[in-house]
């Protein structure tokens, strides 16, 4: 046998062996490769981070088939873009806040926060026991997106004041940055929502231009250094009691993605979702601690603001709701929800929790 | 060539080359089949639901490769004995809770409940951001197990009493059917701690063998029916504050498992660990309703008596780590992050959750 034909021979049987045992793999296990821009910077660490580790965990589970990198804002499109972008099929997924959209309709605010909604396990039970994941992607589907819930914050800080609100009459004219449906609300009581990016905070607070501003909660406060020149931290953010991380993945991607690679990215977004919220729950209470000693003035929204913005978000809801089935339908599904929510965790949880806050106040639990 | 020579080449080729393609697929896709044993019977159907949508998981995110078959207690080992039989490789893995084995040595206690320990948001941050699962793993290898969490019931009521308790006075003598360390910490206040099977409670508390007894939260407890017999509902279970879910694989099981398939059975884990949560979270209230619909009497326990109890615990732990390091260890560990997580909950979280409370008393939340 001369060489050529020995290499015929053998390649071919390699070949022929080959064809029996690849198939299977080959269908299954596809290279695919998707881009995920973020609309958070890297500098929320722990929000950036949860993208990362999902294209870690999906690319760990399909044995590196399936890749998904992971872009900052303004990398592929601007961050407040990302939907959008993707629902155009320009990237395939992004990592955003839902209602950041929720100008297109206020429908698209559910899916981060509504102001005085449900807090995070609350939210949590709705979305995936409730049908709340499933109600929310029939309108997303309208969106030519399929949204997979990613990620929380949970409850953040109502933000840096640089001089103490004590009654509703404090919040006339107030230059406050904050967005979405509590910057709606708020008008309703006379504050005038200012939107500016995370980076011209700092100078705008320092001058005057504005008042106060909200960010997060004291983890990723505490890096702007606000602190600094707005030494009043108000809480609780009411506007965002819990705040849904969202992946939106385009439409025919997600139909034309093998199934395997689905329950993947399903799976790894599912785990995520709870460790971006432990990471929070971990690291907040030292920032907060850290805040304080360096002499952040921590105060509570008096309960007469607290309760005319709980009027003036009602208000808003009905008059959404007159013109807007969709989110109608939702808010009341969540709606009944809460009230049944909120009256048992004043048994078990809440019965607990007070106790060991007590415990915490009289320095028992050191 | 003859037909015994034909085979034996084509066969060698075959396999030879297969020696080529195959190895990356066999290595990493081998067929294998696990059987969990749960310590938990199909009626808590959010628990044992919880170890089936594991076994879901990690079949779809293998493509069938990775099988885990689910058994109930007594199909292949007792219930209280899950982790003793995975431990000597009887059984590949099993859904238990820790604290059924606190009389082997009390850090077992740590993996599922505490009493007066963290609350289930706080002890995910623990397990998962603040090393805590990394922390009881070192303990589990000495036990030749590899520890995962998968779920927990968050917070649980304190239990079904025949008659009403108001002081430490009235728990002298009380037979209580309640478990691990919280009957250790009660004996200390007069309690005689009962251990009575699930199925057994009823006649038990109907003859009035027993007063009282514990079992998880109104979705589960309600279809026990022991309001019929015991009717005051006491609040909260302060030895459950979070009640966390393990699985537990053999060491060497563990070790020889691919890595593809390790990541799977993770993954799955920490989504069901989400998911399990968020299906009592969803349940439980619904159940609360009915449950005071047919009469049943909520009860808080009074602050006398969980402060005796909390004084009580104290003084049990302070016994215990005088003899026993790791325990030590890791409860001030915990107790660490206990005091500044519960700090921080003062804020965002509670100030959100106290204020909505109050709307659900009111009837604002209708």
């Known amino acids: 046998m001369d060489r050529r034909s020995f290499l015929a021979k053998t390649s071919g049987g390699i070949a022929a062996a080959g064809a029996l045992a690849a198939p299977a793999v080959a269908q299954s296990a596809p290279k695919v490769t998707w881009r995920l821009t973020s609309s958070y910077p890297k500098s929320l660490d722990t929000i950036f981070g949860g993208a990362e580790r999902i294209a870690k965990l999906v690319s760990e589970l399909t044995d590196g088939n399936f890749k998904i990198q992971v872009f900052a804002p303004g990398e592929l499109v601007p961050g407040f873009q990302a939907a959008d972008a993707v629902a155009a099929g320009t990237v395939e997924m992004c990592q955003t ?15 981060t926060a509504v102001p005085f909604g449900l807090n995070t396990r609350q939210v949590n039970a709705w979305l995936q026991t409730g049908g709340g994941a499933d109600l929310l992607n029939e309108f997303y589907k309208t969106q030519n997106l399929y949204g997979i819930v990613c990620g929380n914050t949970g409850a953040q800080m109502g933000g840096w004041f640089r001089k103490e609100i004590h009654t509703v009459g404090d919040l006339k004219g107030l230059k406050f940055r904050v967005g979405g449906p509590a910057g709606a609300i708020l008008s309703k009581l006379g504050v005038v929502p200012q939107q500016i990016p995370g980076g011209d905070i700092y100078p705008a607070l320092e001058k005057g231009t504005i008042d106060a501003a909200e960010w997060v909660g004291p983890y990723d406060d505490e890096k702007l250094g606000f602190d600094a020149v707005a030494p009043f931290y108000y809480y609780p953010g009411w506007w965002e009691g819990s705040a849904i991380i969202y992946a939106f993945v385009n439409m025919d991607k997600w139909n034309t993605l093998p199934a395997g690679y689905k329950v993947a990215l399903k799976t790894a977004c599912e785990a995520v979702n709870g460790s971006m919220l432990a990471t ?3 690291n907040n209470p030292a920032a907060l601690k850290r805040l304080v000693a360096r002499g952040v003035k921590a105060r509570p929204f008096s309960k007469e603001i607290l309760e005319a913005c709980f009027n003036a978000a009602n208000q808003t809801y009905t008059e959404i709701m007159a ?4 989110f109608k339908k939702i808010w009341m599904n969540i709606a009944a929800y809460r009230d049944e929510a909120y009256l048992w965790q004043q048994f078990a949880e809440y019965g607990y929790d007070s106790f060991m806050m007590l415990q915490q106040r009289n320095g028992k639990l050191k």
């Open 97 to 111: 806040a839902s209602y950041y959209y929720w100008g297109k309709d206020p429908t698209w605010a559910i899916g």
């Open 280 to 282: 929070y729950d971990f």
């Open 323 to 326: 013109t807007n089935p969709t």
